[in-house]
């Protein structure tokens, strides 16, 4: 089936496992020539040879999103169609007790990371003369306050109205920005926790009654980087559950 992907040029970050590599392989099989970017590149080079080898298109370059420098080497030469922004880190802790240091590697990565590669991205775009689509990965944490993830729930907060207001300027040249917002997703990571009472509990909050699946994120990448999606920008497409909408 074409998604409108086909033969177009994708960048996904913190492409080195999680959502990344899940978010690098729809893309791949949709058709288009992935390249994932991460710090750890071991992981990513695992990930492009399993993908090339089942006859897809892909490549891997280094990246440290909150380094200028990497930023611009990943785009060096390059013009991405498609852009995935995906490098986060989560920054748990209360806060009375967070540090200004934990604070701004939170925002380093999540807000500041986003912001320059979204920003490259349309340079790259602008100057080519064709449009885009930029993907920032947000949370229902950016729409929803959650305890203990002062820094996190902040940051991708900040990447919702930081879509919105790229949507705006970036409409003129062709740039689609939208926000893909997940909810509760299920990953090896997070089983401990959603198995214990705790978890169990805000599983019981959530209308649907339980977690999200990572392939249930498929359709709505798909929707926001291809032509399908040719008249959606500056939207924020929360994949919940109903997570948001439950009651307090």
Not at 150 to 171: G, N, P, R
Request: glycine share 12%; hydrophobic share 50%.
């Amino acid at each position: 089936m074409d998604f409108g992907v086909h033969g177009k040029t994708a960048l996904v970050t913190g492409a080195s496992g999680g959502l990344g590599v899940r978010f690098a392989t729809v893309l791949a099989e949709a058709g288009a020539r992935v390249t994932l970017a991460a710090r750890r590149t071991a992981e990513t080079e695992a990930v492009v040879a399993r993908l090339n080898a089942a006859g897809h298109q892909a490549d891997c370059l280094p990246l440290d999103v909150t380094s200028e420098e990497s930023v611009e080497a990943v785009f060096a030469g390059r013009t991405f169609d498609i852009v995935v922004n995906n490098a986060g880190i989560t920054g748990a802790g209360m806060a009375l007790e967070m540090t200004a240091e934990d604070w701004d590697r939170v925002m380093a990565t999540n807000l500041r990371g986003s912001f320059l590669v979204a920003q490259r991205a349309a340079r790259a775009l602008k100057a080519a003369g064709r449009g885009g689509s930029v993907i920032n990965i947000a949370s229902i944490l950016g729409l929803r306050v959650g305890g203990a993830v002062l820094a996190y729930t902040t940051s991708k907060a900040a990447i919702v109205q930081m879509t919105k207001a790229m949507a705006l300027e970036w409409a003129r040249y062709g740039i689609r920005v939208n926000a893909l917002c997940p909810g509760y997703i299920e990953t090896p990571l997070n089983a401990d926790f959603f198995a214990s009472d705790a978890g169990q509990a805000l599983i019981r909050r959530i209308p649907q009654r339980r977690l999200g699946r990572e392939e249930e994120l498929d359709g709505p990448l798909l929707l926001l980087a291809s032509d399908a999606g040719s008249y959606i920008t500056g939207a924020t497409l929360a994949v919940d559950g109903g997570h948001l909408v439950s009651s307090l």
